[in-house]
């Protein structure tokens, strides 16, 4: 017993000693390679004078998923059961092609400053929208909005939603897409505009590194919001072809990994500590409370 009692210590030990020393240091190299894609809290992302309208959201944000983990609340007063289902479905997508986990609250916290003391998404929809509005905003204490139109209930919508959702912003906004594009403000809705404007992109070199993917789920296609049937968007390589994408590409499947490898790590590691911690404590408990006849000298 005392043998066993000894190994299962000393792999608590290692395990420690893996955490604080050995794994920090690939947990460095990984924040290196991502280079600070996320900050700590909410950031308020702020548009240019004369962006807001009221069609279009006025608080974008971008956040942080600590561990990977996403919890959401659906709404079901605005979503039936058949669009719940549907989400859940390229939430399970997701899942199975990275590390995030979404997590569902089946009560929506109250509408207090800090309702949970973490970050999590409201999907809802409560003025009826039908058109597309993938933008995440800001809400009340530690939630962030996520509205799905009802007329973008595909699955390619969803999981361009919920992917703007996890910090990924559209295509055409990063600042490499004018080595590839060229946007036609002219042939573009006026309140669509914002949509299309290339990031700034201080403090967030994430993006200011990714490869430009005209093959992305996050990319518009050519006549996106156009206001006169023209293009809003022309490729200046031939080669490029700019259409409705039918799901990840391979580079978006790579970005997903990326950006939050080095968080699923510590959640990884977090779980076999306490599995760890948790099966150490009962087999200290059993051993302590059994009786041991010891032999005299």
């Not at 919890?71 to 289902?85: A, S």
């Not at 993938?134 to 139109?149: E, N, P, Q, R």
């Amino acid at each position: 017993m005392i043998r066993v009692l000894f190994s299962v210590h000393s792999i608590c030990l290692i395990i420690f000693f893996i955490k604080n020393v050995a794994l920090e240091e690939t947990y460095n190299e990984e924040v290196e390679d991502i280079t600070n894609e996320y900050d700590d809290e909410i950031q308020t992302v702020v548009p240019p004078i004369g962006a807001q309208s009221e069609e279009l959201p006025d608080t974008p944000i971008t956040v942080q998923w600590k561990q990977g983990k996403v919890p959401y609340y659906i709404n079901k007063d605005h979503y039936g059961q058949t669009i719940r289902n549907r989400i859940r479905l390229v939430m399970n997508m997701l899942e199975r092609i990275s590390c995030v986990v979404f997590e569902d609250i089946e009560l929506k916290p109250p509408r207090t400053k800090k309702a949970r003391g973490d970050l999590w998404i409201n999907i809802e929809n409560p003025r009826k929208t039908r058109e597309c509005s993938h933008t995440l905003m800001k809400g009340y204490g530690d939630s962030a909005v996520l509205v799905l139109g009802y007329d973008c209930m595909s699955t390619t919508e969803i999981t361009h939603a919920l992917m703007h959702a996890l910090g990924f912003p559209d295509e055409v906004t990063l600042p490499s897409r004018d080595n590839f594009v060229r946007i036609m403000w002219n042939n573009i809705q006026p309140k669509y505009r914002p949509l299309f404007w290339a990031q700034n992109t201080k403090g967030n070199q994430r993006n200011a590194l990714k490869d430009y993917d005209p093959m992305s789920i996050m990319h518009f296609h050519d006549r996106a919001y156009t206001i006169n049937g023209g293009p809003t968007i022309v490729p200046l390589n031939p080669s490029i072809v700019l259409k409705p994408p039918s799901g990840l590409s391979e580079l978006d499947r790579s970005n997903i990994y990326k950006a939050f490898r080095h968080e699923c790590n510590k959640r990884k590691v977090n779980n076999l500590i306490e599995h760890c911690r948790v099966d150490y404590v009962d087999e200290y408990d059993d051993y302590d409370h059994e009786d041991h006849d010891v032999t005299p000298l």
